[in-house]
Structures are given as C-alpha cells and as structure tokens.
C-alpha cells in the first residue's frame, strides 16, 4: 500500500487494544506533521511490540512505505 495515512488508519480501526490504536494514531500524527526523526524513533520502539512478533505486521509497516 503506497497511501501510508490510508494504510496508519486502517491499523488503527484494526488495531485489537484501544492501547495499540493510540500508537498507530500517534504514528500518524507525528507522519502528517513530517517530523522525520520523531517518526523514526517512534517506529523503533514500536516494532518491538509483541504485536510484530507473529505474522507479517512488520514487513507490511515498511512495504507502506512512499
């Protein structure tokens, strides 16, 4: 998916916890205001939730990339 805003709210409506749908909410906030570096930091911590441990949640983050 190449509309990455499209591809953070979808996660957001998916998202199983109120909790998770908050840092996907957050990750597009910081991604609409193209703060580069907080994004980039956000992500790092992110992805090591255990949401990313099964499945193939980490590859789509980055594939949604532009």
Not at 6 to 34: C, F, I, M
Request: glycine share 4%.
């Amino acid at each position: 998916m190449k509309d990455v805003t499209g591809y953070l709210k979808q996660q957001q409506s998916n998202s199983p916890t109120p909790e998770l749908a908050s840092e996907w909410h957050a990750l597009e906030d910081v991604y609409n205001k193209r703060l580069w570096h907080q994004l980039t930091l956000k992500l790092m911590v992110f992805v090591r939730d255990p949401c990313f441990k099964t499945g193939d949640g980490i590859i789509q983050v980055t594939a949604s990339q532009p």
